[in-house]
């Protein structure tokens, strides 16, 4: 069965720091994207940053390049976003996804497993 975790969410001001975890089960992990997507209110899922647990890589969205960070630990089968320099507008519910290799990672239609979310948010 496949599970993704995720963990940390909370509430912080402009200029905070948040950490957010997710910890994946089954075959969630190896071989594929973790990712980290996002839904503000009105808003569609984005992409934020994904790694590709095989080789490390890591890909980033425009909008949070230089601010956040994705990591990834194979022996723990877990995932991190350490968001720095938050702003009001990173305001959303956070989804940790899971998707196979071989097309565009922050296509959130290509997913195959997600997480429950958790929220963040940022005051002004």
């Known amino acids: 069965q496949v599970r993704l975790v995720e963990s940390g969410g909370g509430s912080v001001q402009a200029g905070g720091s948040l950490r957010l975890s997710c910890a994946a089960s089954?075959?969630?992990?190896?071989?594929?994207?973790m990712a980290w997507f996002r839904q503000a209110p009105g808003k569609e899922r984005e992409g934020v940053a994904a790694?590709?647990?095989?080789?490390?890589?890591?890909f980033y969205a425009d909008s949070v390049k230089g601010r956040f960070t994705i990591s990834a630990d194979g022996r723990k089968n877990t995932v991190w976003l350490q968001m720095n320099s938050l702003k009001p507008e990173d305001t959303a519910m956070y989804y940790c996804?899971?998707?196979?290799?071989?097309?565009?990672?922050?296509?959130?239609?290509?997913?195959?497993?997600w997480g429950q979310g958790t929220q963040v948010t940022v005051s002004s």
């Open positions: 996804a899971s998707t196979a290799p071989g097309g565009p990672w922050y296509l959130s239609a290509r997913v195959n497993h």
């Open positions: 089954g075959s969630a992990y190896f071989n594929s994207y």
């Open positions: 790694v590709y647990t095989r080789s490390g890589s890591t």
